[in-house]
């Protein structure tokens, strides 16, 4: 029997197709970078929400953000597909919205970490500068997307941290690409920073070796 999909694979079915190909188109890559850049880093922003609402107040503060800001984002029938244009388009057409919207949610889920976890990916995934653009445009998706299943799911903050949690410890077992990447974003060069989330320049150097195929 198939065990149930992850939230990581779960956003990530919804991206497929014509999502997918706007990202790339957005980055400048094809579709098969894309898909491997996106694939990347799934688990690492939904495993930083998951580090986040590990205590009790960071699950509220989540919760509570995505009640405020984000449910109804992504219930419209084009569902993520459209919020994606949104997004997209407040990039490319010349406004700031979509990126400014995009930035200030990726501040606040990966914290001080942001600018070195671009690093991290940018040299994991061969994007280079896209990186941070990519992290840009899948911030908000990826918490419209917990704001749906939040309230399709009759979730409070507790069950959102249960989920988040979850998909944590799966991302972790399945290995791969996404569990390398979020193994070593929470303690790859062992300096014992498991525990807080904190992610080191080793850490990150070391992903990038592990997702371009240099495991030693």
């Known amino acids: 029997m198939n065990a149930p999909a992850s939230l990581t694979e779960e956003l990530l079915s919804q991206l497929q197709g014509a999502p997918l190909q706007q990202i790339a188109d957005q980055l400048g890559t094809n579709p098969s970078q894309a898909q491997s850049a996106v694939s990347a880093a799934l688990p690492m922003l939904l495993g930083a929400l998951g580090r986040n609402a590990a205590q009790p ?7 509570g953000a995505l009640q405020r800001d984000h449910v109804g984002r992504a219930a ?3 569902g ?3 919020l994606l244009g949104l997004v997209l388009g407040g990039m ?3 406004g700031a919205g979509g990126a400014a919207d995009g930035a200030s949610i990726l501040g606040h889920i990966l914290g001080d970490n942001q600018q070195r976890a671009e690093a991290g990916l940018a040299q994991a995934t061969g994007l280079g500068a896209n990186a941070g ?3 840009q445009i899948l911030a908000p998706i990826v918490m ?11 979730m409070d903050a507790g069950g959102l941290g249960a989920v988040l949690g979850l998909a944590h410890a799966q991302v972790r077992q399945q290995g791969g690409v996404g569990g390398d ?3 070593s974003l929470l303690d790859q060069d062992g300096d014992g920073q498991d525990g807080d989330g904190q992610v080191g320049l080793g850490d990150l150097i070391k992903i990038g070796g592990g997702l371009l195929g240099g495991r030693r």
Do not use: M
């Not at 107040?57 to 919760?63: E, I, P, R, S, T």
């Open 181 to 183: 990447l979020l193994g």
């Open 144 to 154: 419209a997307f917990l704001a749906q299943r939040a309230q399709a799911g009759g």
């Open 92 to 94: 490319g057409g010349g």
């Open 80 to 82: 993520l597909g459209d």
């Open 57 to 63: 107040q960071g699950a509220a503060d989540l919760f």
């Open 76 to 78: 419209g029938s084009g």
């Open 133 to 135: 653009q990519l992290l």
